[in-house]
């Protein structure tokens, strides 16, 4: 029987005995059939400790389990990332989500732009962004992660450009001088402009280098939107982070 890792939003301390929620339950009991006194890892999230417990009481809609005890997680990049991803069309979304999860990325901004091709708004968008991060927290219980990424609100390009902030702004361009890895480095924070499929508008890059979005140059390749994410945070973390 496989020792899942679970989420759950939840304060836990040793000895606690705690109710699932109805994800945990759906996880844990619905689907990988466990039954009491099976183990089980939990993370909240938050506080970076990942909690073994134990299952106590398993009935039809609910279950309880006891926090046996607990382990510092230290896996997280030295880098903090938010990448703001042009909001793409089904499952590359999602695969970006994801994989960038996966890659170490801090937060996820979905943005608007004159190419994302995607039309939400209201209760469409507010679903959208629910999936997005429920698509996160799997991601976290799938690589061992105890910090969740959030999923920022979905803005349009031009408001997310214009925050201000101490970080290293980085917008992919095929004509750019300076590749990633020979890019001067002088923050760990950093944001990552990576457009849609389609890629920005030549306006929209003007506007990035405007508010001092450096350009930098991937490859001699035009990649899609997802293998674009991919491959700039994969270089970021090789170069300044924790790959290698």
């Known amino acids: ?7 759950q939003d939840t304060p836990f301390a040793l ?5 699932l929620d109805d994800n945990a339950f759906g996880h ?4 990988l059939r466990h039954k009491e ?3 089980l890892r939990f993370f909240n999230g938050q506080d970076g400790y990942e909690y073994q417990a134990t299952l106590t009481q398993v009935k039809k809609k609910t279950a309880f389990a006891q926090v046996t005890d607990r ?3 230290e896996n997280e990049s030295p880098l903090k990332i938010e990448l703001g991803q042009g909001i793409s069309r089904g499952d590359r979304m999602d695969f ?3 994989k960038s999860v996966e890659l170490g990325v801090t937060s996820i901004t979905p943005l608007f732009t004159e190419r994302c091709g995607v039309k939400l708004t209201g209760e469409r968008l507010a679903k959208k962004r629910e999936q997005w991060q429920k698509i996160v927290i799997s991601a976290c219980e799938q690589s061992g992660r105890v ?3 959030t999923v920022n609100e979905p803005v349009w390009l031009e408001e997310w450009l214009s925050i201000e902030t101490d970080a290293l702004n980085i917008n992919l361009h095929p004509r ?6 020979s890019l001067p480095f002088d923050s760990q924070n950093i944001r990552l402009l990576i457009g849609p499929e389609g890629g920005l508008s030549d306006e929209e890059i003007d506007k990035a280098s405007a508010a001092q979005f450096k350009e930098v140059l991937l490859g001699p390749r035009v990649l899609r939107t997802e293998t674009a994410a991919l491959t700039a945070l994969t270089a970021l973390q090789c170069r300044y982070g924790d790959l290698g």
């Open 71 to 73: 382990t510092k997680v």
């Open 1 to 7: 029987m496989t020792n899942p890792r679970i989420y």
């Open 28 to 31: 844990a009991v619905r689907v």
């Open 96 to 98: 970006t989500l994801q």
């Open 37 to 39: 006194g099976d183990p």
């Open 176 to 181: 750019a001088e300076h590749s990633i890895m």
């Open 15 to 19: 000895e606690q005995e705690f109710e």
């Open 147 to 149: 910090f969740v990424p």
